[in-house]
Nanobody, 117 residues
Framework: QVQLVESGGGLVQPGGSLRLSCAAS????????MGWYRQAPGKQRELVAT???????DYTDSVKGRFTLSRDNAKSTVYLQMNSLKPEDTAVYYC???????????WGQGTQVTVSS
């Protein structure tokens, strides 16, 4: 089993910044993808960004140039640096890990990000 612990959410004004962290523990495969999804009220959960164990990243168009995903493989931790935040970024952000050998997904509990004046 894999456990994901998220931190870094909170309230920020438009144009501000936050950094989300997700630390994975348990039986983690050496071949995996980690990333962040988000879900706003009344909307479907959507992909924000992913990063492979080899460092390859992918971002949804709405956050390109504003968000940066990085990882510390030694700590099995990923970081989502969110800059120039907009009210439409308001959502619950969920950390995700996918074991590429078994195609198994693990999810964090979610952390609230609110962008408001």
């Amino acid at each position: 089993q894999v456990q994901l612990v998220e931190s870094g959410g909170g309230l920020v004004q438009p144009g501000g910044s936050l950094r989300l962290s997700c630390a994975a523990s348990g039986s983690i495969s050496a071949i995996y993808v980690m990333g962040w999804y988000r879900q706003a009220p009344g909307k479907q959960r959507e992909l924000v960004a992913t990063i492979s164990s080899g460092g390859s990243t992918d971002y949804t168009d709405s956050v390109k140039g504003r968000f940066t995903l990085s990882r510390d493989n030694a700590k099995s931790t990923v970081y989502l640096q969110m800059n120039s935040l907009k009210p439409e970024d308001t959502a619950v952000y969920y950390c995700n890990l996918k074991n590429l050998i078994f195609q198994t997904n693990y999810w964090g509990q979610g952390t609230q990000v609110t962008v408001s004046s």
